[in-house]
């Protein structure tokens, strides 16, 4: 079964508004979350890190600003996209970091699908 | 439930050629993904088949059966930079994804 969620699912938003998706890992802690976003053409463009306890690592053109992310606890991160405009739609997808085991694996939730209209 | 499955681990030859198995059951089809992980990066997009039958792309294919709930992903002329996580996921009917746990693949001299 699903080891990692995302909520909302999908979401519509009006532009201008701001939109929180949860990625939470079930069965483990994840001290390390990522955030990805997947383009038309399929690719995975890594958007952040995001590190329980301290400050998320941002890659290269990404805003810090717009994309918000919170790793409050060991199970959930949150990333808020702020002041969303329709460019911002696209497919959010998070995945956790298990290291709990012998070998570390990368767990992927299923997605949130933004439209801002 | 929706599940996919596919090895953990395979180990091949540089040159030979390696075939990842992944089969699935999941709620509707809207496409299945193949991605490479190298290590501390992020997934690079292989190949998406909706449609029955063989992708090929240089030195990988895909393949989808989806009376069968399968595919498989080809990589020929292997290279050690090939070593890698092939991870296979589909797409159910709500545009969700369904991840498999990867394919640790291991190319040894």
């Known amino acids: 079964g699903a080891v990692v969620s995302q909520h909302p699912s999908r979401v519509i938003c009006k532009s201008g508004t701001s939109v929180k998706i949860e990625c939470r890992s079930l069965?483990?802690?994840?001290?390390?979350m990522f955030w990805y976003r997947q383009f038309p053409k399929k690719s995975l463009m890594l958007m952040a890190t995001s590190n329980e306890g301290s400050k998320a690592t941002y890659e290269q053109g990404v805003e810090k600003d717009k994309f918000l992310i919170n790793h409050a606890s060991l199970t959930l991160s949150t990333l808020t996209v702020t002041s969303a405009h329709p460019e911002d739609s696209s497919f959010y997808i998070c995945s956790a970091r298990d290291t709990t085991g012998s070998m570390e694996t990368q767990y992927f939730g299923p997605g949130t699908r933004l439209l801002v209209l | 439930g929706q599940n996919i499955d596919q090895p953990t681990e395979m180990t091949a030859t540089e040159g030979a050629i390696v075939q990842i198995n992944c089969t699935y059951q999941t709620s509707g089809f809207n496409g299945l993904f193949w991605y490479q992980q190298h290590a501390g990066e992020a997934p690079t997009f292989l190949s998406y088949?909706?449609l029955d039958g063989l992708e090929e792309k240089g030195r990988f294919s895909s393949f989808l059966s989806r009376s069968k709930g399968y595919s498989y992903l080809l990589l020929k002329e292997l290279q050690m930079k090939d070593s890698a996580s092939y991870l296979c996921?589909?797409?159910?009917?709500?545009?969700?994804?369904?991840w498999g746990a990867g394919t640790k693949l291991i190319i040894k001299p």
């Open positions: 996921a589909v797409m159910d009917s709500n545009y969700q994804l369904i």
């Open positions: 088949n909706v």
């Open positions: 069965d483990f802690q994840a001290t390390t």
